[in-house]
């Protein structure tokens, strides 16, 4: 972090008055990642604050170097002034004036291109930086998301086989449950045969008693 402007809106520690934590902990959504949520949070808020830094002082350089321009300025009027008085006829003191009129022009343009330069300067810098955690915003989300579908991948398959387990149970139990029937019934059947069996031979037994 850079140091302190004595500006206290930028001096402010923007993650301190807003802290998502205690919102997302009450939010809780399957899948999401609340501590990358809020570590990309507390990346975006640095990163704006940091810009906003990096602009005020490059605001602050200009207008110091203005003021320097304003006081350069004064004294190079005050010894054109003599110069000017300083000249013996009216053709020395025209071209005089005409040579003072060029270099302040000149002056003036090399100033203006000065700080140009330094603005742009500034905002590049500002930009390069909100540019940078732009950049790594997506690889962020493109990183959140291929987490998030193979999660989903990964529930969807756990789901599946759960899904045919509990259909292998079921047939296993309703074949179990056949097989079962089908042998009572037989046993039944074999019971019924030998009463049949073992009332024939009791008639039989009558018959050859009378």
């Excluded at 906003?52 to 490059?58: C, I, K, S, T």
């Excluded at 962020?140 to 291929?146: G, K, L, W, Y």
């Excluded at 029937?181 to 019924?192: C, I, K, L, P, V």
Aim: proline share 1%; glycine share 8%.
């Amino acid at each position: 972090m850079a140091s302190k402007t004595g500006n206290p809106f930028l001096d402010q520690n923007f993650t301190e008055m807003f802290d998502p934590r205690k919102y997302m902990d009450q939010f809780q959504v399957p899948g999401l990642d609340n501590k990358g949520f809020m570590e990309a949070h507390r990346k975006n808020i640095e990163a704006l604050t940091e810009a906003n830094r990096v602009a005020f002082e490059g605001a602050q350089a200009m207008a110091r170097r203005q003021t320097e321009i304003v006081r350069e300025a004064m004294d190079e009027a005050a010894k054109a002034m003599t110069q000017v008085q300083g000249a013996g006829s009216n053709e020395e003191r025209v071209a005089k004036q005409t040579e003072i009129a060029k270099n302040t022009f000149e002056t003036a343009l090399k100033h203006a291109r000065e700080l140009a330069e330094m603005s742009a300067k500034s905002q590049n810098e500002a930009l390069e930086l909100l540019n940078k955690r732009v950049a790594e915003s997506f690889d962020e989300m493109r990183d959140s998301m291929q987490t998030v579908v193979k999660q989903s991948e990964k529930a969807t398959g756990q789901a599946t086989k759960a899904a045919q387990n509990a259909v292998q149970t079921a047939t296993n139990a309703a074949n179990g449950t056949g097989q079962t029937g089908t042998g009572q019934t037989a046993t039944g059947g074999t019971s019924s045969s030998s009463g049949s069996s073992k009332s024939k031979g009791g008639s039989s037994s009558s018959v050859n008693a009378n």
